[in-house]
């Protein structure tokens, strides 16, 4: 699984499931979700849960911080990260 | 309690239709199911749909004067009818009822447009006085009884239902995308606007007078939160406040039938049961909903106030299901889109209520707009605090405090919330700051709009019909005040006393009655000073202090719950909608009534029937949407329909005094 393959899998999950989007314009890779007005907390926990799912992967209450989670970029690092 | 509804001819003589009279109460008589009433002449046109609480045998509408030059219809209470009559007696009127719509006869034949200020009640009426070729129509101070008016044609037609002034041919039905807009941003229309293009509603504390061709309408009464000069002692509010409100329910408990009273497990209706208990002859009978899901039952603490009380108490458990399988008759009663399932309980509740045999419930409704209730309140000190001192390490611990009671809260991920305490509320003027969070979450549902409306909408600022609602010293009264006076002009008259209030009451012809809203309790809780109505982040602080030693300590001490229903999972069984759903949210019914984006809509129906959606933002978008779908089915597609059955069903139970 690459970067580029998992930044594609949540793109297309904030799309279509926070956004409610066709348009791929929408979000840039480095957007941040909070700047942007992307995500809001209950976004993120629903997130969270998508991203536990689809990798298999548990979320840490304190892994819950912008680093991690606030861009498509950030995202695809923490996850890669996490599955190493 | 009743129905009223009527056409004034403004400028010249023209039959009224006795039929049309007869279809327009005939759509509103779940508000007065035990007859109609009737007076026509070449001018004006007055029906009456009555249920019977004071007065039984004697006060049937229209009600006239001693000459019948002055006639009334009315709906509400006027709770202080007893001392009025009395005093208009000596001065030499004579009643021939003892009804309470009588007084009010009497009492604008005594001092005109001024008999407003006399009343304590929750009315609308609309008196006919020949003599001075005046028609005169109003409604109370906190805008607890509707009404609702279109002018077309150089009539005036009025109705205490939007439903009753389309029994006129010539009132057309079209939702307003204006109002829209401002329902998924305020979660109501700004008075005096309604979800229907050119229906208005004459707003709380207002009256309107026709004459000589001339409209004409005021605002008679406005919450004051300007300080008194004489600041009291805490004691001396505290005190003040329970005397008051003995004496407010006291007063509403006037009725020649019985009268209940709901109990939610919360402070407000805990005070109100406790105060019938302590300081009237009232035998006390209770009514609560209690809910499956444990997220939003609150039965520990009904249970807990019930024992102590003693009371009788009945309660409906609401599922799921129960409250899907009502959602478009709720949405019949409530005219107008709703962002939460919330009013759906209550009027399961108030079926229960008919059902026990009680037609009037007191309820502590209005304490939480008046004492500063609210977490909105609680949220808006917290984000001031904030963003003056950035750096304060007890941010976290403030933040957690705020909503112990959310599954989903939004302080689980504090750095979120943290983010949402600090959001940029420069969009909107400092004044409305309070409010900004809950105006922005809610306006995302507009990213659901279709092409059409969005095209409608250009350009359209709805805030700017906001600040014409407001009193001009509004901007001089300190934080808290301006919070609350917002709250009270906005959701306190146009949603929670009218979609959630009025509406599911009187679906089920049920009164409800509100010792908070007694325009004399709301006058002295503005009065407190604001570190009284809330102490630090503590709610209601004064109210606490004047009903200690007469709650339970855990009542009073409880962290307030806000009422709350399932929102999206009420609709969905097993993966599968509500056949209604399906059909309204289906790809042909959002293209035929064009409000919404297809694949959008389609997007979060999906997610909603896959038990995705967790947040308030996607819950109030998908009960939004489906109740336009609902509004736009009933009111617009199947008006005629509808209705028939009802208006084939009065012919025979016409009582007419014409």
């Known amino acids: 699984m690459t970067t580029g393959q998992i930044q594609q899998t949540v793109k297309k999950f904030i799309l279509e499931n926070i956004l409610f989007e066709d348009n791929e314009d929408v979000i840039k890779n480095d957007d941040s979700f909070l700047q942007k007005g992307i995500m809001d907390s209950t976004g993120v926990l629903e997130l969270v849960r998508f991203i536990e799912e689809e990798y298999k992967i548990s979320v840490d209450d304190e892994e819950l911080i912008p680093e991690n989670l606030d861009s498509v970029d950030n995202l695809a690092k923490f996850i890669k990260g996490k599955t190493g | ?658």
């Open chain 2, 1 to 658: 309690m009743c129905g009223i509804t009527g056409i004034f001819n403004i400028y010249e003589d023209r039959k009224i239709p006795l039929d049309t009279l007869r279809g327009m109460a005939a759509v509103i008589r779940h508000r007065g199911p035990d007859g109609f009433g009737f007076y026509a002449d070449k001018r004006a046109g007055l029906a009456h749909a009555r249920l019977s609480i004071i007065d039984l045998s004697g006060g049937w509408q229209p009600i006239h004067n001693e000459d019948k030059k002055v006639w009334i219809i009315f709906n509400g209470e006027i709770f202080n009818y007893i001392e009025l009559t009395e005093d208009l007696i000596k001065k030499g009127h004579r009643f021939y009822t003892k009804s309470d719509t009588e007084t009010i006869v009497h009492l604008y034949e005594e001092y005109g447009i001024d008999c407003l200020k006399h009343l304590n009640g929750q009315f609308a009426f609309a008196i006919w006085d020949k003599n001075k070729d005046t028609f005169f129509i109003a409604r109370d101070r906190a805008g607890i009884r509707p009404l609702f008016y279109t002018l077309t044609d150089g009539a005036l037609i009025f109705a205490s239902e939007i439903k009753s002034l389309f029994l006129d041919s010539r009132v057309r039905r079209e939702l307003d995308p204006h109002a829209l807009d401002q329902i998924f941003t305020f979660w109501m229309p700004l008075p005096p606007r309604t979800v229907f293009k050119n229906i208005h509603e004459l707003p709380a504390g207002h009256f309107m007078t026709v004459a000589k061709g001339q409209v004409k309408k005021e605002r008679y009464w406005d919450p004051d939160f300007t300080p008194e000069t004489h600041i009291k002692t805490e004691e001396e509010y505290a005190g003040q406040l329970r005397e008051l409100l003995i004496d407010a329910t006291r007063l509403q408990l006037r009725a020649d039938v019985s009268v209940g009273a709901y109990l939610s497990g919360g402070i407000d209706s805990s005070v109100i049961t406790t105060l019938i208990k302590n300081f009237t002859d009232n035998p006390l009978r209770t009514f609560s909903v209690a809910f499956h899901d444990k997220e939003y039952d609150e039965s520990v603490y009904q249970r807990e106030m019930v024992e102590y009380l003693g009371t009788d108490h009945s309660y409906i458990k609401c599922t799921y299901s129960d409250i899907g399988r009502v959602f478009p008759d709720v949405i019949w009663h409530t005219e107008t889109p709703i962002l939460r399932t919330a009013p759906a309980p209550l009027y399961l509740l108030s079926k229960l209520v008919r059902e026990s045999g009680y037609k009037v419930v007191l309820t502590g409704e209005g304490s939480d707009e008046i004492l500063a209730g609210y977490d909105i309140f609680k949220e808006a000190k917290v984000r001031r605090f904030m963003q003056k001192f950035p750096a304060s390490k007890i941010r976290p611990l403030i933040l957690k405090r705020l909503y112990p009671y959310l599954d989903n809260s939004p302080t689980k991920a504090l750095q979120y919330s943290e983010a949402f305490f600090n959001a940029d509320t420069t969009a909107y003027p400092e004044k409305y700051y309070s409010h900004v969070p809950r105006w922005s979450t809610t306006a995302k549902i507009k990213l659901f709009y279709s092409d059409n409306i969005k095209a409608e909408l250009k350009g359209y600022q709805n805030i700017d019909e906001l600040s014409s609602l407001l009193r001009s010293d509004y901007d001089g009264f300190d934080h808290l005040s301006q919070a609350q006076y917002l709250e009270i002009k906005t959701l306190l008259s146009n949603y929670l006393l009218s979609s959630q209030g009025d509406r599911m009451a009187m679906g089920n012809s049920v009164e409800g009655r509100f010792p908070f809203l007694d325009h004399r309790v709301m006058e002295f809780c503005a009065k407190i000073p604001a570190t009284l109505r809330m102490k630090t982040l503590t709610e209601k602080y004064i109210l606490k202090e004047s009903m200690k030693g007469l709650l339970p300590d855990s009542i009073i001490k409880r962290t307030k719950q806000p009422y709350r229903a399932p929102d999206s999972k009420s609709f969905f069984h097993d993966g599968k909608a509500e056949d209604y759903v399906e059909e309204l949210l289906s790809e042909s019914a959002l293209k035929r009534f064009g409000y919404f984006d297809v694949n959008k809509t389609r997007r979060l129906f999906e997610k909603c029937r896959r038990g995705l959606a967790l947040g308030f933002k996607d819950n109030m978008a998908f009960v939004g949407l489906l109740s336009t779908q609902l509004m736009n089915y009933y009111f617009i597609e199947h008006f005629q329909s509808h209705i028939s059955h009802e208006i084939d069903n009065v012919k025979e139970q016409v009582t007419e005094v014409i």
